[in-house]
C-alpha cells in the first residue's frame, strides 16, 4: 500500500521547521513512511532524505516550494568515484520465446545488481554508497559520509581518513569482481567486469520536481567514467594521481602508457595489480 503524499509532504514540513537537533527524528519518520511505500515515494532513497533533512543549516532553495529541483546540494572535496561495467552483458542479452523476450536476461542482471548492493551491507565498506545504475553499469562513490566540522579542521587525518577511502573503494571493486564470479558459476556464463576509478572534489545533490534523483557531477566523476570506458575486461584502470595513491597504500599499479580521453586528450593511466583468482572467495566466503 502506497503511503499518501500528505504523509511525505508533512514529514518533510516538520523536518524543515524544526530546530537542527530535532531533524534525525523527523527523518526516521520520513524514512519510515516511505519505507512502507512499494514503490518508494517520489523515488527518494532514504540515504539521499537524511541528507536532505540532516545536512545542517539549508538554504532558501531547498525550502521554496518553487524551486524543488534545488532540494539539496554540497561540495565535498575529495571523493572517489567507481564505474563497474558488465560490458558482455549487451551481447547476452537477447528477446526470444526461449527467455521470455529478455525477461530471464533482466533476472541476471537484477540478481547480479543485487549481489553488488549486498557488499554495501558489509561494515568494512560502509563508507561505500551505491549512486545509481546505468544498464549494467554500477557507479558507486566514497567519502560522501563526511559530516560538517570534519573539513579542513586536521589536514593530516583528513588527508589519511580521503586515502583510505580510495583503498577501500579499491576493495570493494575486487568484492565485486568476487561476486560476478560466483554468479558466473551457477548460472554457466562468463562475464568480466572493467572498473575504472578516480578521486577529487564533485557536487553532489538532489534534481528534480517529480521523482528527485540524487546524483554527483563534476570533472573526478567524468574522468572515473572514462577510465571505466577505455579499460580493459578483468582491470581496474585508475588515473595517475590515483595511482600514487594505492601505492602508498601498498597496492602495486601498473603503468598503462598515455591513452586518448574524450574531453582530456591524452592522460597516463594504470592498471590495478590484483590477483583476481584470490578475489573471487572474498564475497563467497
Wanted: include cysteine.
Amino acid at each position: 500500500m502506497r503511503v499518501p503524499v500528505v504523509v511525505i509532504a508533512v514529514c518533510i514540513h516538520s523536518s524543515l521547521q524544526a530546530p537542527h537537533h530535532q531533524h534525525k527524528s523527523a527523518v526516521e519518520c520520513l524514512a519510515s513512511a516511505m519505507l512502507l511505500s512499494r514503490p518508494p515515494v517520489c523515488g527518494l532513497s532514504v540515504v539521499a532524505v537524511a541528507r536532505v533533512c540532516c545536512s545542517g543549516p539549508l538554504t532558501r532553495a531547498t525550502v521554496s516550494p518553487v524551486s524543488l529541483q534545488d532540494l539539496y546540494y554540497k561540495s565535498y572535496d575529495c571523493v572517489c568515484v567507481m564505474f563497474a561495467s558488465v560490458p558482455d552483458f549487451k551481447e547476452f542479452y537477447t528477446e526470444c520465446d526461449i527467455n521470455k523476450e529478455g525477461l530471464e536476461c533482466l533476472r541476471l542482471l537484477n540478481e547480479i545488481i543485487a549481489d553488488f548492493d549486498e557488499l554495501l551491507s558489509k561494515p568494512k565498506f560502509s563508507g561505500v554508497e551505491k549512486i545509481k545504475t546505468i544498464g549494467s553499469t554500477y557507479m558507486a562513490a566514497a567519502g560522501l559520509s563526511v559530516t560538517a566540522g570534519q573539513d579542513n579542521n586536521q589536514p593530516a587525518q583528513d588527508r589519511e581518513r580521503q586515502h583510505t577511502q580510495i583503498g577501500n573503494m579499491v576493495e570493494f571493486a575486487i568484492a565485486l569482481v568476487g561476486k560476478l564470479d560466483g554468479i558466473n558459476r551457477h548460472s554457466f556464463n562468463s562475464f568480466r567486469l572493467r572498473v575504472g576509478i578516480n578521486y577529487g572534489p564533485v557536487i553532489a545533490g538532489v534534481i528534480g520536481a517529480r521523482k528527485p534523483q540524487y546524483d554527483i557531477w563534476g570533472n573526478t566523476v567524468n574522468v572515473s567514467s572514462r577510465m571505466e570506458s577505455t579499460g580493459e575486461l578483468g582491470k581496474i584502470q585508475v588515473t595517475e594521481e590515483t595511482s600514487n595513491v594505492l601505492q602508498k597504500l601498498g597496492y602495486s599499479c601498473e603503468c598503462r602508457g598515455m591513452i586518448k580521453v574524450k574531453g582530456k586528450g591524452e592522460l597516463r593511466t594504470f592498471f590495478v595489480c590484483t590477483d583476481m583468482s584470490k578475489s573471487q572467495g572474498i564475497a563467497l566466503s
